[in-house]
């Protein structure tokens, strides 16, 4: 892939991923500038084979830098015949590299050289060099045509190495001059090297040869592979039909090495992976094939053994059995634990579970042992070492240390001090405040299509929504990608009455004029209104905004002492959300309002769910509140959660929301499948059309309001008597439901598995995402919430596969048609995840559709 100058940066939400995925490396996620241009390099570990002056010396040849005379240029005119000139960088740890970058030499416009080929070599040791080669073999890369343009080369595949040579390459000889960088991150397995046996042919019945060899293996090859890394290292995981592959123009089996078990002795292969220290390993993770089908099972036992140094292997190995699965033949991570074993090398030897046995990646979860690797120099005398983990490390710097840590002491108590003294204050001016906030309801926004948000996430402060990192991502997508945060840089400021915290009271727009053609984001145009228990987010459009324009709110006020608490269903960072049962709201609620459990009686005990604001809650925590009755008072719909009445005379601020009494729709399904219905029988297929197509009524309306849920699915649909269905919002705040949300760092949570495409990559939330989020929820009803969606699969692979829908080139995993689900009802999903939003059919569409399915059943 050829990207030019401008390459765009990713979200926040890719850029936190390779950090802290733990081992292993996702190669379309790993792509981070590595400090060439930014300067994170130092000088002094860049060197060349020559310079022509001091002022083209190595330290100049940095990607888009016009330092000295604009680049590093060797001495002599590259020869085609003599390639001897190199730019070497040292990164002083192993890098998973992805991406290189060069540029030729400009120096504002008196430059006019460059380089139009190169190639690479790597080293992970300083002594071993390598030729990088891509999956066909070739080893030149094309440069560059002029001296201005930045040109990114993908690497595929990958490579690990700690020191890296760009060596210019001409078709005559001719002076050069060279830019470069490196993109990827660190290679955090540690691996350096894996011994194994060659990889082997297999013929299908139909004469078809499926080549299982490791191509891109970068050791030695014979009878076995020695001192190299390759396709078990390079970040792509195969298929589950291993004659498909990722790549195109490849051959069938490309993805996977797999050996047969006629072929060893012993019944099993034996692989030896040697690591740059003596770490502490707590997993090791294989994929494998499972097509059994056809003769391939992942392997039925594992036996690993350990070594500390260049001694003998330790006697006392770590084994595994798995159960092997013989109905599901998809392909998978298999997770073998290593009890937290010190090892510089490790001996696996896997045993075969059937005919054929085939992997795609092996990563390792470890930690650098707590004790001193250095190398002794080489005149010391040879003293046997043993090495003991309780060894405690120089203490020389224990002073500082202590000096640190007093220093932070001293920080922290300033901290305390401050936010009591705010509190004090808070305290003081509530009354003040409590009226200034109630003059605060009128929202208007500058542009017709913009929304303010009804959020229930912690909002992040404006000088959060840009990259806090040391470095952006390079993501050479299609011309269709939107970067955030130059789109939130390129809409027209906010101001109020206080200063924007990217959750702020009133907003009004400012006087400047927003840039014709600017593509709508929605997260850059809106203004906050967040909520408290940590539930979902709805988007609320400018042309609705006149709910907010009322004085009064359409509840009223209820007798807190009638509430009666009986269990806490969640919480988020400023409030709580409670079951609480009650009597006598039956006069509170509307005569066209039938409310759940009534029954028609009077003073009958009824569930309500009330959501509480905190009293430590921020002001504008308590503005959001109010700002969220208002909206929820004017939502009528016999299929969403109505507001009730609200607690605000004093604190805490409380509103009440009906509550169904058989809970959540995905604990209620999930129920079903154990044997205890709690309907009095188990739903058919009927029933789960029927409250499929109340989902869709709810979304219906709150699409005709223009109204974005943004966290549609089933954790947030409470289910009542005789199946009916109503849409929440606050499944976020149950821990029950935590392993459904994606953290970014210091940021908020996403529910990445329900998300489109779109949300993830562009950060475009709209009643099309909505759409999408309903076919996975339709998804979950069908399956009777047995399982997350996509549960196959890691959040860093859902990731990427939303980036497959983004490529839009056929490679997109889609979630299965469930057991109990129609064809026509599945084909109703597939048409919520079609690429093209304006390809997917709206609400009105949806509803009609499974009614119709309904009528036909």
């Known amino acids: 892939?050829?990207?030019?100058?401008?390459?765009?940066?990713?979200?926040?939400?890719?850029?936190?991923?390779?950090?802290?995925?733990?081992?292993?490396?996702?190669?379309?996620?790993?792509?981070?500038?590595?400090?060439?241009?930014?300067?994170?390099?130092?000088?002094?570990?860049?060197?060349?084979?020559?310079?022509?002056?001091?002022?083209?010396?190595?330290?100049?040849?940095?990607?888009?830098?016009?330092?000295?005379?604009?680049?590093?240029?060797?001495?002599?005119?590259?020869?085609?015949?003599?390639?001897?000139?190199?730019?070497?960088?040292?990164?002083?740890?192993?890098?998973?590299?992805?991406?290189?970058?060069?540029?030729?030499?400009?120096?504002?416009?008196?430059?006019?050289?460059?380089?139009?080929?190169?190639?690479?070599?790597?080293?992970?040791d300083g002594t071993r060099w390598m030729s990088w080669r891509n999956r066909h073999g070739k080893q030149v890369l094309d440069g560059n045509t002029n001296t201005y343009d930045i040109v990114l080369k993908d690497l595929e595949p990958p490579l690990i190495a700690r020191f890296v040579r760009f060596l210019p390459v001409t078709d005559h000889s001719m002076n050069v001059c060279l830019r470069v960088e490196l993109y990827g991150c660190v290679w955090l397995d540690g691996l350096v090297s894996y011994n194994a046996p060659v990889g082997q042919q297999l013929i299908l019945p139909g004469g078809t040869i499926i080549y299982l060899n490791d191509s891109v293996y970068d050791g030695a090859f014979g009878y076995s592979m020695t001192e190299g890394l390759g396709q078990l290292t390079d970040g792509v995981s195969g298929l589950d039909d291993f004659t498909q592959t990722h790549e195109y123009h490849v051959w069938p089996g490309y993805d996977y090495v797999g050996w047969r078990n006629e072929s060893t002795a012993g019944g099993y292969v034996e692989i030896t992976f040697e690591f740059d220290r003596i770490r502490n390993f707590t997993a090791m993770k294989v994929h494998c094939n499972n097509m059994f089908a056809k003769g391939v099972k992942i392997f039925k036992e594992v036996q690993c053994y350990f070594r500390a140094d260049t001694s003998e292997w330790e006697p006392s190995a770590?084994?595994?059995?798995?159960?092997?699965?013989?109905?599901?033949?998809?392909?998978?991570?298999?997770?073998?634990?290593?009890?937290?074993?010190?090892?510089?090398?490790?001996?696996?030897?896997?045993?075969?579970?059937?005919?054929?046995?085939?992997?795609?990646?092996?990563?390792?979860?470890?930690?650098?042992?707590?004790?001193?690797?250095?190398?002794?120099?080489?005149?010391?005398?040879?003293?046997?070492?043993?090495?003991?983990?309780?060894?405690?490390?120089?203490?020389?710097?224990?002073?500082?240390?202590?000096?640190?840590?007093?220093?932070?002491i001293f920080i922290l108590v300033a901290i305390i001090v401050i936010i009591l003294w705010r509190q004090f204050w808070q305290k003081m001016l509530e009354k003040a405040s409590r009226r200034m906030l109630d003059d605060e309801m009128t929202v208007s926004l500058s542009l017709p299509s913009e929304s303010s948000m009804f959020n229930h996430n912690h909002s992040s402060s404006s000088s959060e929504q840009e990259s806090s990192s040391t470095y952006d991502r390079i993501f050479p997508l299609g011309p269709d990608y939107q970067e955030p945060s130059r789109l939130i840089r390129k809409l027209p400021e906010f101001t109020s009455g206080e200063e924007d915290t990217g959750c702020s009271g009133p907003a009004k727009p400012s006087q400047a004029s927003v840039p014709e053609g600017v593509p709508h984001y929605a997260e850059a145009d809106i203004v906050n209104l967040q909520g408290v228990?940590?539930?979902?987010?709805?988007?609320?459009?400018?042309?609705?905004?006149?709910?907010?324009?009322?004085?009064?709110?359409?509840?009223?006020?209820?007798?807190?002492?009638?509430?009666?608490?009986?269990?806490?269903?969640?919480?988020?960072?400023?409030?709580?959300?409670?079951?609480?049962?009650?009597?006598?709201?039956?006069?509170?609620?509307?005569?066209?309002?039938?409310?759940?459990?009534?029954?028609?009686?009077?003073?009958?005990?009824?569930l309500v769910a009330v959501k509480m604001l905190r009293a430590d809650a921020n002001k504008n925590a308590r503005n959001d509140f109010l700002k969220e009755i208002k909206i929820m008072s004017r939502l009528k719909d016999p299929n969403i959660i109505r507001l009730l009445a609200v607690c605000i005379a004093d604190d805490p601020l409380c509103m009440i929301t009906e509550y169904m009494e058989n809970g959540d729709l995905n604990q209620f399904l999930s129920r079903q499948q154990a044997g205890s219905p709690s309907a009095g029988h188990a739903p058919t297929v009927s029933d789960l059309q029927f409250m499929a197509t109340q989902i869709a009524s709810g979304m219906k309306y709150l699409s005709s309001l223009n109204f974005v849920h943004r966290d549609l699915a089933t954790r947030n649909c409470l289910v009542g008597k005789h199946y009916t269905i109503k849409i929440a919002d606050f499944g976020m705040s149950r821990n029950l439901y935590s392993g459904d949300y994606y953290?970014?760092?210091?940021?908020?949570?996403?529910?990445?598995?329900?998300?489109?495409?779109?949300?993830?990559?562009?950060?475009?939330?709209?009643?099309?995402?909505?759409?999408?989020?309903?076919?996975?929820?339709?998804?979950?009803?069908?399956?009777?919430?047995?399982?997350?969606?996509?549960?196959?699969?890691?959040?860093?692979?859902?990731?990427?596969?939303?980036?497959?829908?983004?490529?839009?080139?056929?490679?997109?995993?889609?979630?299965?048609?469930?057991?109990?689900?129609?064809?026509?009802?599945?084909?109703?999903?597939?048409?919520c995840w079609r690429r093209d939003t304006k390809d997917?059919?709206?609400?009105?569409?949806?509803h009609r559709l499974l009614q119709d399915s309904a009528s036909e059943e």
């Not at 020559?50 to 590093?72: F, N, P």
């Not at 009803?781 to 196959?792: A, D, H, I, K």
């Not at 997917?840 to 949806?846: K, L, V």
Request: a negative charge.
């Open 533 to 606: 228990t940590g539930g979902n987010t709805y988007s609320v459009p400018a042309l609705t905004m006149d709910l907010l324009s009322g004085k009064d709110v359409a509840v009223e006020e209820f007798p807190r002492k009638l509430l009666t608490f009986k269990e806490k269903l969640g919480e988020g960072q400023f409030g709580e959300v409670h079951l609480c049962e009650v009597e006598g709201m039956e006069k509170f609620t509307g005569k066209d309002f039938a409310l759940e459990g009534l029954d028609g009686s009077l003073n009958h005990p009824v």
């Open 318 to 408: 770590v084994s595994s059995v798995l159960v092997l699965d013989d109905v599901n033949p998809s392909a998978r991570f298999v997770t073998v634990p290593l009890l937290h074993r010190m090892a510089s090398a490790i001996k696996c030897q896997y045993y075969f579970a059937d005919t054929w046995m085939m992997f795609s990646e092996i990563t390792f979860q470890s930690d650098a042992a707590m004790y001193n690797n250095s190398v002794p120099p080489a005149d010391a005398p040879v003293v046997p070492t043993t090495y003991d983990p309780t060894l405690k490390v120089d203490d020389s710097n224990t002073r500082i240390l202590i000096g640190c840590l007093v220093a932070i």
């Open 1 to 124: 892939q050829d990207t030019r100058r401008d390459a765009p940066t990713v979200p926040m939400l890719l850029m936190k991923m390779c950090s802290s995925h733990p081992a292993g490396v996702i190669a379309a996620v790993c792509r981070y500038p590595l400090g060439m241009s930014g300067g994170h390099i130092p000088d002094e570990d860049i060197s060349a084979s020559s310079h022509w002056s001091d002022s083209t010396a190595a330290k100049y040849g940095r990607l888009d830098s016009e330092g000295g005379d604009g680049a590093w240029c060797p001495k002599t005119p590259v020869d085609p015949n003599d390639l001897k000139e190199f730019l070497q960088i040292d990164l002083h740890a192993l890098h998973f590299i992805t991406l290189v970058g060069t540029q030729g030499r400009h120096a504002k416009g008196h430059g006019n050289e460059f380089s139009p080929m190169y190639k690479i070599n790597y080293s992970r």
């Open 840 to 846: 997917r059919p709206s609400f009105q569409d949806i």
């Open 743 to 831: 953290r970014i760092q210091g940021r908020a949570v996403l529910p990445i598995r329900w998300m489109s495409w779109e949300s993830i990559l562009l950060g475009k939330f709209t009643t099309a995402s909505d759409v999408w989020a309903f076919g996975v929820t339709l998804w979950e009803t069908f399956t009777l919430c047995r399982e997350q969606p996509y549960s196959q699969m890691s959040d860093e692979q859902v990731i990427e596969n939303t980036g497959e829908f983004f490529r839009d080139q056929g490679r997109q995993t889609y979630l299965p048609q469930p057991v109990l689900c129609p064809d026509s009802v599945y084909k109703l999903m597939l048409s």
